[in-house]
């Protein structure tokens, strides 16, 4: 089962920031916290992750509260291209394990 | 492009055929996985390789799948006698042990 909760869907408007919130109330020590979206009939795009400290790229900004219970990514400024399923997983990358999907946040970016 | 590689990318099979579709990881990848998505779903785990052994199988990968990555590099993965259920897009996923994980644009199988 997958160990984050998140909102099913969220709208927003174009030109404005896109602020998904994530759950994740049980992560490990050792678990970092990733972000993927999948835009329709395409394989999930990587976006971001981090461990602790607020990260930032290209794409995004995650924003990870200091207990680490829940995060939040950014999109600045979101565009209609940004509108697709967006998944927060925990996963550590050096163990043997595998991402566990949830349902995502499906976030419609509106013109 | 240097990307996860998946061939084909639609498939369209009656039922009782079999299928195989093949995965090419980015280049030096160790680890390999195999996903199942159906509609309105998340990706469910399948199966994943450490070089070229298979070091998990996941309950929904019943007899009639197989998956093999020989040489420890490219996968394939082997639907016989395939079901109207297994109509999904399987994705295929690589990464170098200890790092982030990357997804291909998946197969498409529609079994009629």
């Known amino acids: 089962d997958a160990k984050t909760t998140q909102p099913p869907s969220m709208d927003c408007a174009e030109g404005r920031a896109a602020n998904l919130p994530c759950n994740h109330s049980?992560?490990?020590?050792?678990?970092?916290v990733y972000w993927y979206r999948q835009i329709h009939s395409q394989g999930p795009q990587y976006i971001i992750h981090?461990?602790?400290n607020n990260e930032t790229n290209e794409m995004a900004s995650l924003i990870i509260t200091e207990d680490r219970k829940s995060s939040t990514l950014i999109l600045p400024h979101a565009t209609l291209r940004d509108t697709a399923v967006y998944y927060c997983?925990?996963?550590?990358?050096?163990?043997?394990?595998?991402?566990?999907f949830g349902q995502g946040t499906r976030l419609t970016i509106n013109p | 492009d240097t990307g996860v590689s998946q061939d084909p990318r639609h498939k369209i099979t009656k039922r009782g055929q079999n299928v195989t579709f093949r995965c090419d990881p980015i280049?030096?990848?160790?680890?390999l996985y195999w996903y199942r998505q159906t509609l309105g779903q998340g990706p469910e785990f399948l199966t994943y390789?450490?070089?070229?052994?298979?070091?998990?199988k996941s309950r929904l990968l019943s007899d009639r799948f197989s998956a093999e990555r020989p040489k420890g590099s490219f996968s394939t993965l082997e639907i016989q006698r395939t079901e109207q259920g297994d109509s999904a897009m399987y994705l295929c996923?690589?990464?170098?042990?200890?790092?982030?994980?990357?997804f291909g644009e998946g197969s498409w199988l529609t079994v009629v």
């Open positions: 981090g461990l602790k």
């Open positions: 997983i925990v996963f550590a990358p050096e163990g043997a394990q595998k991402l566990v």
């Open positions: 280049s030096e990848h160790n680890r």
């Open positions: 049980t992560i490990s020590g050792n678990e970092y």
């Open positions: 390789f450490q070089n070229e052994a298979q070091l998990e």
């Open positions: 996923a690589s990464s170098l042990e200890g790092y982030t994980i990357y």
